[in-house]
Structure formats: structure tokens, C-alpha cells
């Protein structure tokens, strides 16, 4: 990445995303071949009086463990994470990955067992952050892994990605500030609804959100960031959805992918391609086959699919579910060691009636929806 980039890109970080404070815990978790940008996090959180601690990880390190660790070693947790977990009270995770198909032959069975025994620390940092104990932020980052999953040149994705966080803008903060006053509208309209009714090609889908909180994602948690997501109540899904682009979860892609709901709890899942990945994910535990998340893409600087579900649940005029826990802000009780975004895109006929009446056309809220 550009170096005037870079820099912009660690000021937004440190100084808007996270706002770090005197005495902060810093946690900065990336790649080893990414550490321009770690040491650039790292001498803006300095500036801001924290304290950075960072965890690197070798290219191909979790990849050997998947494939060599014993049923033992798959369930131990290192010290370091229950620390990290606990004592944190910033954590900066670049999404940078050398190899996005590292885990792609990967036993699906082995994965999940890992999942399961990490499901306490990923219930705990979901807890820490809903509490505000934790401020997180998960950023995108072009790597020619990436550029090639998106089928961009890596100068092509760079562009993409400066473009989608503003990282040339004169200033930044200010615009990713108005953009949350857009996102606070959508969250507070959303935050009236009961009943939700999605409509699309293969997709007849109902849920209900009354009583749960919506939250507007503008840069704060995710980066680049552009929704309002919540959970919706656990035992009110119920229908069918299929979704437009490839769920993509731990360098696996599942294409084609249709979920059936009753009560709930997915009765059915098929898919074209990955199928039996996707059964064994959303059969590791009981809160996988629940809805842990709901929620609308609304950054209309993205608009193609990108194979990087940071971007891709971001896009204007598509909606994701995730499958397994809930994020604890949004008043969502699903538990699971699972969370797997899945897109479906609107912009090509799609409705969304909110209590009975057609609010959402096309990819867009209708005029007047949103005050």
C-alpha cells in the first residue's frame, strides 16, 4: 500500500475506528509480510499515548496446525489468547491473508473441533465488546491473494479499497462521520419494525426484530464498514432464502446455497457446490443451524462481489444472514462457535416489507422510509 495511504490509513484506525486512549492495551494481530502497516498502527497508537502489543503470524502457520495437530492440540487454547481476550482494551486484526485457499482441503471436522474449543473466547470478546470494555476493529488490506479472488490486479484492488475507505479524502474522519449519521437514520427507522418479509429469486423469507436493537457499522468495528445489522428473535425465522454470490468461510466456497428455516432452526441445507462443508458447519453445535444476524448493505461504493465477506456483506442493495452467534448488543441470545455471513443481493427485484408494507425496492429503501 502507498505510504501516504498507509499513514492515513493507521490515523483512521487508532484515532476514529478505536479511539485509543492514554494507557491503552493495543493488540495489533497481522501477517508477518504486513509489517509496514504494523509498525505504521503501531507509531500512531504510540502518538495516542497506548500501548501496542503485537501478535504475529507466519504464512502458513495455521495452516500446519489444521493439518498436523492432534485431536489434543485441537482442543488446547494457547495462554496468550485467554490473556489477549481478557486484558485488551483494543484490538486491531488486519485481514490480510497471503493465501486465501491455505484451508481449502482442510478437514471440515477438524475446523469445526477447533471452532468448539475456541467458542469461550469468541463468546467473551463478543461480550467485552458489546460492553464496551473492548473497542475491535477487523480491516481490509490488499494482498495479491485477495486481488486475485476478486479478479483485480493488486493495483486494482488497492485503488478499491482506498476508494471504499476514503483513504484519499482530505479528510476522512469527517466523511466516515456523516456516513454514520446516514447509517443512524436507516438503524432508528429499523428499530420501530416487528416483522420482516425478504422477497427474491429463490428467496420467501420471514423474521421478526421487534424488541432487538439495530446497529449502524460505519468504520468502527469493521473497516471499510458500510450496514445495520441485529439479531433477530431466535425462534421467529422461518422460510427459505437463497443466496446470490458464494458463502465463503475459512478459505472454503460454498456456491449456490439455499437454507430452509422452520421454527427457527435450518431444516435444510443444499447447495451446487461445498455442500457437505456447509452441513458440517452448521451441524458443530446446536446454535449453528439459528440465525445469529440480520442485516443491510449499505456502502454504495462497493457494488462487486469481491470474495472478501469484509467487503462483500458491505454492498449496496444486498442483505446477509449469519449463521450461529449473535453479536450480545443487538439483545440476540443465539450461542455458537460459528458466524458465517451470507449475501443476498436485492438490487434486481428485490422487496423487503417491514409489518406489512413494501419499504425496500430494488436494492434501495423507498423514499420516505428513512427520515
Not at 16 to 29: E, L, N
Not at 219 to 225: A, C, H, K, L, S
Request: net charge negative; proline share 4%; glycine share 8%.
Amino acid at each position: 500500500m502507498r505510504s501516504d495511504r498507509l499513514e492515513a490509513l493507521a490515523r483512521i484506525l487508532v484515532r476514529y475506528s478505536t479511539a485509543v486512549r492514554p494507557g491503552d492495551v493495543c493488540v495489533i494481530d497481522a501477517p508477518a509480510y504486513c509489517s509496514e502497516f504494523v509498525l505504521a498502527v503501531s507509531r500512531e497508537i504510540l502518538r495516542a499515548g497506548g500501548h501496542p502489543v503485537t501478535r504475529i503470524e507466519l504464512d502458513g502457520a495455521v495452516e500446519l496446525f489444521a493439518r498436523e495437530a492432534s485431536e489434543e492440540t485441537l482442543d488446547w487454547i494457547d495462554p496468550g489468547s485467554e490473556v489477549v481476550t481478557e486484558q485488551s482494551d483494543v484490538r486491531i486484526v488486519l485481514d490480510a491473508e497471503w493465501n486465501s485457499r491455505a484451508l481449502a482441503t482442510a478437514d471440515p471436522a477438524r475446523l469445526a473441533r477447533r471452532s468448539r474449543a475456541r467458542s469461550h473466547l469468541t463468546k467473551r470478546f463478543l461480550e467485552r465488546g458489546a460492553s464496551g470494555d473492548l473497542r475491535w476493529v477487523v480491516v481490509g488490506y490488499p494482498t495479491l491473494s485477495a486481488a486475485q479472488d476478486a479478479g483485480l490486479s493488486l493495483h486494482d484492488y488497492e485503488e478499491l479499497l482506498a476508494a471504499t475507505c476514503l483513504l484519499d479524502d482530505p479528510d476522512p474522519v469527517a466523511r466516515w462521520e456523516a456516513f454514520a449519521v446516514e447509517l443512524q437514520h436507516a438503524a432508528t427507522y429499523l428499530d420501530t419494525v416487528d416483522e420482516l418479509h425478504f422477497l427474491a429469486e429463490g428467496t420467501d423469507l420471514r423474521l421478526r426484530v421487534g424488541g432487538r436493537s439495530w446497529v449502524p457499522c460505519s468504520g468502527r468495528e469493521n473497516f471499510p464498514d458500510g450496514e445495520v445489522f441485529t439479531g433477530p428473535v431466535e425462534s421467529s425465522v422461518e422460510g427459505t432464502i437463497a443466496f446470490s454470490f458464494p458463502a465463503v468461510y475459512r478459505a472454503r466456497e460454498v456456491t449456490g446455497a439455499r437454507l430452509r428455516f422452520v421454527g427457527g432452526e435450518v431444516v435444510e441445507a443444499t447447495a451446487t457446490s461445498g455442500q457437505e462443508f456447509l452441513r458440517a458447519m452448521i451441524a458443530q453445535d446446536e446454535g449453528a443451524r439459528r440465525v445469529g444476524e440480520i442485516a443491510f448493505g449499505l456502502n454504495e461504493s462497493l457494488t462487486e462481489f469481491s470474495r472478501s465477506t469484509l467487503l462483500d456483506e458491505k454492498i449496496g442493495g444486498t442483505m446477509h444472514l449469519a449463521l450461529g452467534a449473535s453479536y450480545p448488543e443487538t439483545g440476540g441470545l443465539n450461542e455458537s462457535a460459528l458466524h458465517w455471513d451470507m449475501v443476498c443481493d436485492l438490487r434486481c427485484g428485490g422487496e423487503v416489507w417491514a409489518d406489512g408494507r413494501v419499504v425496500y425496492r430494488d436494492g434501495r429503501f423507498l423514499p420516505g422510509v428513512l427520515k
